[in-house]
């Protein structure tokens, strides 16, 4: 029996959502004569999460790279950047907004057929006789905000089909294949192996050059993130694939568990049960967005006995800004962004019975190790989006996304963008592979197809919410200790050993049993590497070492040795870049 | 667990409320044309589906109290 489908391409990439798409488009762009597909485990178009966020997107505007980089390695990411990724990623994100625009998504404009912007927490100081808003946009980032219509991602997949951009949806990759290198160093990547996530059927793609655009790791904890489980990290480890600031995660959204909607600006009405604002002491004059500092302070509060903890949403200065922006008319034109919005906002205040206020985890754990031009350690393996923000290091020592809303979208497009054109140069240069390595396909497909054999006990689910139990304490995850995190650690490993015994019945749950995989080594690289850095560094935070390191700004980086998690560090080339701290 | 209805009658077999979930929870059934909510208790009420059909013919109801989340396990 073969049920396989063999696929050749030249360019092979992994994810339809907007990263992948910008990554497919530009490298035909680049290199029309070659044949690019995109695979995509659910359908392209209407996947992955850069459709089911606020739809904003970060821009300079009038503003300069230089002053971006200043002030974000000023106030964000604290000089443990890759500055030269950072200023590229400065220097595209105005036309990051073209490129999306002509690839037919809708981005808001004004009369004057002008992008219509409004930087992040302007604040309404009037009202127009209309009633919209007038905003203060004195703010002191050196960056603003456009608002596409959620429906972009159907649209911008329509032109690439239009440009020749192949197309598989429904089949998920959970493997590279790799070939030695004549050179002996690192295999370079030839294709991948999938599996059709309704027939089950197992895929087999040769390509000359492939771009991994499937997303981070979200432990599948908040709604609207629980795509992101990381099989793609892990398919990237297991082919040898090298990663940087696995303990720059995890990002954590003020939210509420009557509905799990997010409660942006929660930290400035923050009350203990004593009724004491907690947040607002905490906040300083620059706050570009939720500080990690602030969701340690709701940690002690509640270790106190000060809990439970509420959010005087009446006194977020947010507000007026955030209800002008989503589900409104007030400011943008987005009627089926609106429409989502307002479904949201409709369940989320529907179920609302009470004011308290938790952090939730959103993971956003993203370590593939990029260079400027979007490739990795592996020849051949390029990255965009999500996946490889941290890897990248253009961010620092700050989670994504990055203390700037609206660079999600923003990373995915400039990354998409470099990573295509670096994708096809190099399939250019290359001879398509010969022949595709045997054993290390029959291993994946052994590998993802065993829960169907198991007869073991557990069901994915019951997996799912142990994980979820061992991520989402801030005590494990974001305010560190030593003794905590080995616990922790102990823990994935004992469940790790207990992956072997859950059963799988069809492809849906085979596919959970793979993300169950990936999210427990996601788990052990995040806090093996969190366990190497002794230091309290932005985002990063040990209770245990509160203080920065005397060795100074070095880069966590992890490594694939035999199968095992290696951790090491590296130093971070500040005499190469412009800005020094 | 989330209430997913399909009106069965209303449907007309478009196919977008399956290519629009993100994380695979309605199957397709292509003998009847018509969606199967196979995976209720994990959705994640999106709402894409409903977003998304021209016909109004599905409806999501979430169950937040339902909703897989570590509530023990949070500081």
Redesign the interface.
Known sequence: MDATERVSTDVLVVGGSIAGLAAAITAKEQDPSLEVTVVE???S????KAN?GAGIMLILGEHTPEEFAQFYLQHIGLFLNNQTTLLKYASMLNSGADAIEKWSGKIDKDENGKYRSLKWASKVVGRREDGKPIFDQNVPYPWTLVAIDLDYIREVRKYARKRGVKFI?RVGVVDLLTEETVDGGAPAVVGAVGFD??DGKRHVFAARAVVLACGNQCW??M??W??ARGEGIAAAFRAGAKFANCEYAPFYNWTS????ESHMGAEYALYNHKGENVGLPLIKEVHPDISAEVLVE??KQ??AGNGPMHYREHENPLMPYLTSVLASTAVHNRP?AD??WG??FF?AFS?ATSDEV???LVGEFNPLWVDENMATTLPGLFAAGDICVGGSRAWGAVAQPGRHRGSGIAFATFSGRVAGPSAASYAGQVAPPETLPDGQIAESTERFQAPARCGGSLRH?QM??EI??VM????NSLYRHEARMKAALARVEELQAMLPEVRAVDP?QL?AVNECRAMLLCSEMFFKASLERKETRGWFIREDYPELDPEGLRWIVVENKNGQVAVGRERVPLEEYPFKP | MANIIVNRELCNGCKVC???????II??DEKAKKPVI??P??C?????C???CSQRAIKVS?D?QA?????????
């Open positions: 485990k659910y359908t178009g209407y996947s992955g089911r949806d996530i309704d599948r904890v709604p609207m629980s795509c568990l009557d509905h799990f709701w940690y509640v270790k089926y429409r989502f479904y949201l369940n179920q938790i952090p939730g689910m799912v919410a979820q139990k989402q304490p801030l005590g849906h596919f | 399956f290519k629009a979930c993100f994380i695979d199957k397709w196979a995976y208790d994990e994640v009420h999106c709402m894409y409903e977003l998304n979430p937040y909703y897989l989340f570590p509530r023990e396990n949070i500081a």
